[in-house]
């Protein structure tokens, strides 16, 4: 069966840190672009971060250069996010999806995981 699953959010305060894990079962995540996108109550899903699968090349969006790294473990079949320096405005529903090519578009994605919250508050 094919399955993402997002792991490693939690409660933080401004300034810290955490990782999340995007952990795939049933196919081969390194044959797939990731994206990482997040999601707030009433808006739309938003994509941040992506790692492509030919050449490892990444794409992000300014609000996180910088403070945002993604990476990929093939032996583990996990890719993470490593979020650093949080804000308030990070606050929100973060999910992995797996399509062929990095886009900031839900529709280019195959496959989604269920998220992971990610809250930061003082």
């Known amino acids: 069966q094919v399955q993402l699953v997002e792991s490693g959010g939690g409660a933080v305060q401004p300034g810290g840190s955490l990782r999340l894990s995007c952990a795939a079962s049933?196919?081969?995540?390194?044959?797939?672009?990731i994206g990482w996108f997040r999601q707030v109550p009433g808006k739309e899903r938003e994509g941040v971060l992506c790692?492509?699968?030919?050449?490892?090349?990444?794409y992000g969006v300014d609000s996180v250069k910088g403070r945002f790294t993604i990476s990929r473990d093939n032996a583990e079949n996990t890719v993470y996010l490593q979020i650093n320096r949080l804000k308030p405005e990070d606050t929100a529903v973060y999910y992995c999806?797996?399509?062929?090519?990095?886009?900031?578009?839900?529709?280019?994605?195959?496959?989604w995981g269920q998220g992971t919250q990610v809250t930061v508050s003082s």
């Open positions: 049933g196919f081969t995540l390194d044959h797939y672009a």
């Open positions: 790692i492509s699968s030919s050449d490892y090349s990444t």
């Open positions: 999806a797996a399509g062929l090519e990095c886009s900031y578009y839900v529709s280019e994605y195959k496959y």
